[in-house]
């Protein structure tokens, strides 16, 4: 995946982004939520210029972006699996089928398969606790989870 500073439209449409959302009453989290969802992450090369335009030191807005799990400073796959490893999806086997899923991915944690589609990422809890173990692709959500069931989800969407 090239790097976004070398889109000769990046500093266009990060403009617009900014622009479009400025005036919120605390735009900065709403403003890096449209920067992932428009490059996949929140690109090293935007952060100095989300910083201008909100009146922030760079180090504040370097703060917000690393503090928040969900945004990611470097790029990952096209989709993204999220295994949940919280409490209650522990006690109905989400280690055994996270080990399974990671080594029928050939991934670990964090880690994107070599042809980019997939990157597999921990998460602590999605709500479905009465039907874990739980797991998401997307926006599309899996209860009680396993490999088969994993995997199909993935095909499906198109990872
Ligand atoms: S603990 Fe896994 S969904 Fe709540």
């Not at 992450?41 to 210029?49: F, M, R, S």
């Not at 295994?83 to 996270?98: K, T």
């Not at 980019?116 to 999605?126: I, K, S, W």
């Not at 995997?151 to 499906?156: D, G, M, P, S």
């Amino acid at each position: 995946m090239t790097s976004p500073a070398t889109d000769a439209d990046f500093l266009l449409r990060l403009d617009e982004i900014i622009a479009a959302h400025k005036g919120r009453e605390g735009p900065l989290l709403p403003i890096l939520h449209y920067i992932q969802a428009e490059w996949g992450h929140v690109p090293e090369e935007a952060q100095p210029v989300l910083a201008a335009a909100l009146g922030m030191t760079r180090a504040e807005v370097h703060g917000v972006v690393s503090f928040y799990h969900d945004f990611r400073d470097h790029p990952q796959g096209r989709h993204v699996l999220r295994l949940c490893r919280a409490e209650a999806c522990q006690s109905m086997g989400a280690d055994a089928l996270a080990e399974e899923v990671r080594a029928a991915l050939g991934i670990d944690w964090h880690e994107t398969t070599p042809d980019g589609r997939l990157t597999l990422e921990p998460v602590f809890c999605l709500g479905l606790c009465a039907c874990a173990p739980s797991a998401q692709v997307g926006d599309r959500l899996l209860g009680r989870a396993n490999l088969a069931k994993v995997r199909q989800l993935v095909a499906e969407a198109g990872a």
